[in-house]
């Protein structure tokens, strides 16, 4: 297995998951600082209205990074990491998202934060949006509100240019294509900053979030073209969420389903990568009367903004058939079974490796441009022994062998794959469920769903494992 040269091998977090510290240093909340801890099955809650007593909010503490990155970035250095990803927390930057200035005490934060993983010899990637809109924000529409635009592109030249000279990789709006899950609340919450109105039709959720991804489009692109004019060294992608959907079965109606589905995923490439909306889309719009508002520069705007790369997050697979669309609850994909193929984890993510392979060469094969793996990883139970170790062989299992469709991608298929960096590389609050236990870490953090623990770091046995697959460029799997 030959993984190119300079292949950027590494870690991926999120601020809100790690860095807890909420209310320091002039941070003003973000939308996930009111999202109560749920579990497998138990929906988080969210509280728009503020802090409810009593209740649990995990990404409030995170695991405490923001006090111990150091320590934190010296394990991964450690593990040989040649990268990490993190995303900025807008509202350290700005707390309300529409204020006069930056606060200056986060700007400071990040900027100690990126000089640590370039002293570590870390390329640092850094999210500008990842379920991290100031909760202000928010109350005013989020991304409904054409105004968005106007703060994400005013709080991303500000980061773009305070440190453009310590990153060079940026990724705009982490798993955009999350919200194409309309009626599930958290996603366009997540995604587009919208606050759940119980008042709304489905069709006026559907409409709120069509009319949040254009304006996200318009941001993406500005911010493309602003930071190519910041330095024209930048790499700036897009991120999405690459679960392909497969066919049930051969049926002809399967088939035809499970294509109309991808184009939920796909749409969002296309705008990214071809500068303009596909016709499918247009024609949804007109099919199903949404008014999406634009304004006349915006086309212009987004054929000018086009991504330098593709960066995804793969986890799992879907099957879809046509047959169980009218049993469909609202939750998930209409239609959607389960593949009797693979197996899952503890929580229902069915695990495909070869699926990754598949979405590497879908979109290298539609777009044309190098792709980064930036989340890939199994979230588990664990319980470490005395010494906090966990043999967590179902990790490496899980890694090695979609390590290996990677190198497939490049070496079977050709396909340009800049970069790997393993979801979670210390275990961190899990976003869907809020959960601690969901842990998808190579770094065990002794810390409960509620908070309680030591907080100790300690080295899982995928560690080891995963420091020799970077020493040997991953041949050594
Ligand atoms: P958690 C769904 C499908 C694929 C990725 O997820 C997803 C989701 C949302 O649950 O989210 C991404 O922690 C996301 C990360 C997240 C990670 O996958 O729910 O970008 O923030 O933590 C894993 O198990």
Known sequence: MKFPEGFLWGGAVAAHQLEGAWNVDGRGPSICDVLTGGAHGVKRVITADGVEPGKNYPNQRGIDYYHTFREDDALFQEMGFKCFRTSISWSRIFPNGDDAEPNEAGLKFYEELFRDYRAKGMEPVVTLSHFEMPLALAKQGGFTNRKAIDCFVRFATTVMERYKDLVKYWLTFNEVNNQMEMHTEIFPYTNSGIIPDPNDTPHEVEQKVWQAIHHEFVASALVVRKGHEINPNFKIGCMLAMVPIYP????????????????????????????????????????????????????????????????????????????????????????????????????????????????????????????????????????????????????????????????????????????????????????????????????????????????????KKSFEWYRKVIASNGEEL
């Open 248 to 459: 049930a079965t051969c049926r002809p109606d399967d088939v035809m389903h499970a294509e109309v589905l991808m184009r939920d995923r796909l749409l969002f490439g296309d705008v990214y990568c071809y500068g303009e909306y596909p016709h499918y889309l247009t024609h949804r719009w007109e099919r199903d009367g949404f008014d999406i508002k634009m304004e006349p520069g915006d086309a212009d705007i987004i054929k000018h903004g086009i991504v330098d790369f593709i960066s995804i997050s793969y986890y799992m697979s879907a099957a879809v058939s046509a047959d169980a669309v009218g049993s469909w609850d609202g939750h998930g994909l209409p239609g959607q079974v389960r593949n009797p193929y693979i197996a899952a984890t503890d929580w229902g993510w069915q695990i495909d490796p070869v699926g990754l392979r598949y979405v590497l060469c879908t979109l290298y094969e539609r777009y044309r441009k190098p792709i980064f793996v930036v989340e890939n990883g199994i979230g588990m139970y664990e319980t470490p022994d005395e010494h906090g170790y966990v043999a967590d062989d179902a990790r490496i299992a899980y890694l090695r062998s979609h390590i290996e469709e990677v190198g497939k991608a490049i070496a079977l298929d050709g396909v340009e794959v800049m970069g790997y960096t393993v979801w979670g590389c210390i275990d961190v609050i899990s976003f869907g469920t809020g959960e601690m236990k969901k842990r998808y870490g190579m770094i065990y953090v002794d810390a409960d769903d509620y908070g309680n623990g030591t907080y100790k770091r300690s080295r």
